[in-house]
């Protein structure tokens, strides 16, 4: 009976190691490996300018002045470490007039009827870090950036349109035009770079 006790802990403690091995080491290593080799992914696709680093491609961020185009609003403040929805339905009332409140901002700074603001600007996405916008919520502040730029319009509304990204795969989900991008390419713009 000790005997059986001994050989199934031993049995038991090489299973341990076995797999400590597999999936505590190798299968990580692996994953490291494969996600270096694969792109920038897996550093979180930093986006630099002039040497540094200004953002990810793939996180939102907040941009205060008229010279910036405006991310989506985000229920935590662009945290990453916080990213989620407000988890507010609908029809609660809080987030009726947190939505009734930004629609009210965004058609005073852009110049606009409440009913012209697209839902993007009042609303923020799942992960509350999208780092798009919709082509109409660039469209419609593309005249106030370019003012506070001393950019021509077209030439504000063409960085727009190089900062689109299509559907993914083709057919998935809308275009979104990438702020962090777009806002690099016209401060560049600004300052007589290409």
Excluded at 24 to 51: C, H, I, K, M, N
Excluded at 74 to 90: E, T
């Amino acid at each position: 009976m000790t005997r059986d006790l001994l050989s199934q802990s031993l049995a038991a403690l090489r299973i341990l190691l076995v797999l400590t091995a597999l999936l505590g080491v190798l299968y990580p290593a692996a994953v490291w490996g494969a996600g270096q080799v694969l792109g920038d992914r897996a550093e979180g696709q930093p986006v630099t300018s002039e040497g540094r680093v200004v953002g990810s491609r793939l996180l939102g961020q907040q941009f205060e002045g008229d010279e910036w185009f405006h991310s989506r609003p985000s229920a935590n403040d662009y945290d990453s470490l916080a990213s989620a929805p407000s988890n507010l339905g609908p029809s609660n009332p809080d987030l009726v007039a947190l939505v009734a409140e930004r629609r009210a901002e965004v058609a005073q700074r852009e110049g606009v009827a409440p009913a012209d603001v697209p839902a993007d600007a009042v609303t923020a996405s799942g992960s509350g870090l999208d780092p798009h916008i919709s082509p109409v919520y660039a469209a419609l502040q593309a005249p106030r950036v370019a003012r506070a730029r001393g950019l021509d319009l077209t030439q504000v509304e063409a960085a727009v349109e190089a900062a689109t990204d299509g559907r993914g795969l083709g057919f998935l989900g809308e275009p979104g035009v990438h702020v962090l991008e777009l806002n690099l390419a016209l401060h560049r713009a600004a300052q007589g770079g290409d």
